[in-house]
Protein backbone atom coordinates (compact mmCIF):
# COMPACT_ATOMS: atom_id res chain seq x y z
CA UNK A 1 0.00 0.00 0.00
CA UNK A 2 2.95 2.30 0.16
CA UNK A 3 2.64 3.62 -3.45
CA UNK A 4 -0.75 4.14 -2.78
CA UNK A 5 -0.18 5.90 0.00
CA UNK A 6 2.04 8.64 -1.80
CA UNK A 7 -0.68 8.64 -3.81
CA UNK A 8 -2.82 9.76 -1.72
CA UNK A 9 -0.64 12.00 0.10
CA UNK A 10 0.21 14.45 -2.92
CA UNK A 11 -3.72 14.35 -3.73
CA UNK A 12 -4.88 15.47 -0.09
CA UNK A 13 -1.67 18.14 -0.13
CA UNK A 14 -2.99 19.44 -3.64
CA UNK A 15 -6.60 19.53 -2.30
CA UNK A 16 -5.86 21.64 0.82
CA UNK A 17 -3.20 23.91 -1.32
CA UNK A 18 -6.64 24.14 -3.31
CA UNK A 19 -8.51 25.32 -0.62
CA UNK A 20 -5.92 27.53 0.96
CA UNK A 21 -5.53 29.38 -1.86
CA UNK A 22 -8.83 29.44 -2.57
CA UNK A 23 -9.37 30.87 0.93
CA UNK A 24 -6.45 33.22 0.22
CA UNK A 25 -8.45 34.71 -2.95
CA UNK A 26 -10.89 36.16 -0.76
CA UNK A 27 -8.64 38.05 1.04
CA UNK A 28 -9.05 41.93 -0.47
CA UNK A 29 -5.42 42.34 -0.99
CA UNK A 30 -5.12 39.00 -2.33
CA UNK A 31 -2.94 38.65 -5.97
CA UNK A 32 -4.98 36.49 -8.09
CA UNK A 33 -2.98 36.33 -10.93
CA UNK A 34 -3.47 32.64 -10.61
CA UNK A 35 -7.46 33.03 -11.14
CA UNK A 36 -9.28 33.22 -14.52
CA UNK A 37 -12.49 34.51 -12.39
CA UNK A 38 -10.76 37.78 -10.68
CA UNK A 39 -14.08 39.80 -10.73
CA UNK A 40 -15.94 36.75 -9.27
CA UNK A 41 -13.31 36.40 -6.89
CA UNK A 42 -13.97 40.61 -5.85
CA UNK A 43 -17.67 39.52 -5.80
CA UNK A 44 -16.90 36.84 -3.16
CA UNK A 45 -14.47 39.18 -1.26
CA UNK A 46 -17.81 41.79 -0.74
CA UNK A 47 -20.14 39.10 -0.21
CA UNK A 48 -18.11 36.35 2.59
CA UNK A 49 -16.20 38.70 4.57
CA UNK A 50 -17.41 37.19 7.83
CA UNK A 51 -15.27 34.42 9.81
CA UNK A 52 -18.74 32.60 9.74
CA UNK A 53 -19.40 32.86 6.18
CA UNK A 54 -15.36 32.19 5.26
CA UNK A 55 -15.46 28.74 6.96
CA UNK A 56 -18.54 27.53 4.81
CA UNK A 57 -16.91 28.29 1.81
CA UNK A 58 -13.56 26.28 2.90
CA UNK A 59 -15.56 23.13 3.96
CA UNK A 60 -18.03 23.16 0.69
CA UNK A 61 -14.51 23.68 -1.41
CA UNK A 62 -12.94 20.81 0.61
CA UNK A 63 -15.57 18.67 -0.10
CA UNK A 64 -16.29 19.53 -3.70
CA UNK A 65 -12.33 18.94 -4.02
CA UNK A 66 -12.56 15.61 -2.34
CA UNK A 67 -15.72 14.71 -4.71
CA UNK A 68 -13.71 15.45 -8.11
CA UNK A 69 -10.59 13.28 -6.82
CA UNK A 70 -12.84 10.49 -5.69
CA UNK A 71 -14.70 10.71 -9.23
CA UNK A 72 -11.10 10.58 -11.39
CA UNK A 73 -10.07 7.43 -8.82
CA UNK A 74 -13.56 5.59 -9.71
CA UNK A 75 -12.22 6.47 -13.25
CA UNK A 76 -8.69 5.20 -12.90
CA UNK A 77 -10.29 1.83 -10.52
CA UNK A 78 -12.89 1.02 -13.48
CA UNK A 79 -16.07 2.10 -11.87
CA UNK A 80 -17.20 4.71 -14.15
CA UNK A 81 -18.79 4.28 -18.11
CA UNK A 82 -15.66 5.14 -19.33
CA UNK A 83 -14.72 2.18 -18.44
CA UNK A 84 -16.87 1.14 -21.60
CA UNK A 85 -14.53 2.91 -23.77
CA UNK A 86 -11.31 3.47 -22.31
CA UNK A 87 -9.04 1.49 -19.05
CA UNK A 88 -6.67 3.14 -17.43
CA UNK A 89 -3.87 1.10 -16.11
CA UNK A 90 -2.13 3.05 -13.12
CA UNK A 91 1.59 2.15 -13.13
CA UNK A 92 4.84 2.49 -11.09
CA UNK A 93 7.25 2.60 -13.71
CA UNK A 94 10.03 1.34 -11.31
CA UNK A 95 8.62 -1.43 -9.81
CA UNK A 96 5.91 -2.37 -12.69
CA UNK A 97 3.20 -3.03 -10.07
CA UNK A 98 -0.22 -1.59 -10.59
CA UNK A 99 -1.51 0.74 -8.12
CA UNK A 100 -4.63 -0.61 -8.68
CA UNK A 101 -4.25 -4.21 -7.84
CA UNK A 102 -6.23 -5.89 -4.86
CA UNK A 103 -7.94 -2.23 -4.12
CA UNK A 104 -10.19 0.20 -4.97
CA UNK A 105 -8.50 3.49 -4.72
CA UNK A 106 -11.53 5.70 -4.41
CA UNK A 107 -11.92 4.00 -1.42
CA UNK A 108 -9.06 3.91 0.48
CA UNK A 109 -8.52 7.61 -0.67
CA UNK A 110 -11.14 8.45 1.51
CA UNK A 111 -9.74 5.78 4.09
CA UNK A 112 -6.68 8.08 4.24
CA UNK A 113 -8.30 10.91 4.50
CA UNK A 114 -10.35 9.90 7.53
CA UNK A 115 -7.08 8.62 8.94
CA UNK A 116 -4.81 11.58 8.28
CA UNK A 117 -7.36 14.58 9.03
Known sequence: MKDQEILFKRLKELK??????SLEGL?????????????EYRYLQNNLSSDE???AYEKVLDEVI??????????LDGGDEVTDKLNIALINEDTKKSLKEGIALH???????????
Open 16 to 21: NYWVQT
Open 27 to 39: DEKADLIWSDYED
Open 53 to 55: SKQ
Open 66 to 75: RGVIHSILVI
Open 107 to 117: EEFFSYLLDSE
